[in-house]
């Protein structure tokens, strides 16, 4: 298999099991993604700062600009797969 076609298949796998899981993760989600509800679901549940101050921190200031929505995370990290990807392919151009 050359190189070309060794990650093309990893490509494709990769991104289809990433839609896959995205998509099995939102269907799941205990609200519909949108206007405020991951903010209202994420105060329900927020670890304890005491116990987990990292978790608890992270949490706050993701939330805190009131601009977070679940949905932009599959472009984000499709963005970061694909990415990954270029650099690959470029490097094999380069071999």
């Given at each position: 298999?050359?190189p070309t076609t060794a990650l093309a298949t990893h ?54 600009g009131g601009d977070y929505a679940f949905e932009d ?23």
């Amino acid at each position: 298999m050359s190189p070309t076609t060794a990650l093309a298949t990893h490509a494709f796998s990769t991104i289809d099991a990433f839609v896959y899981g995205f998509a099995l993760t939102e269907a799941g989600l205990p609200f519909t993604p949108g206007e405020g509800a991951e903010a209202a679901f994420a105060s329900r549940v927020a670890p304890d700062p005491e116990e987990y101050p990292y978790l608890a921190r992270s949490l706050l200031e993701l939330l805190e600009g009131g601009d977070y929505a679940f949905e932009d995370e599959f472009r984000n990290g499709l963005e970061l797969i694909l990415d990954g990807l270029a650099q690959r392919l470029n490097r094999s151009a380069e071999s």
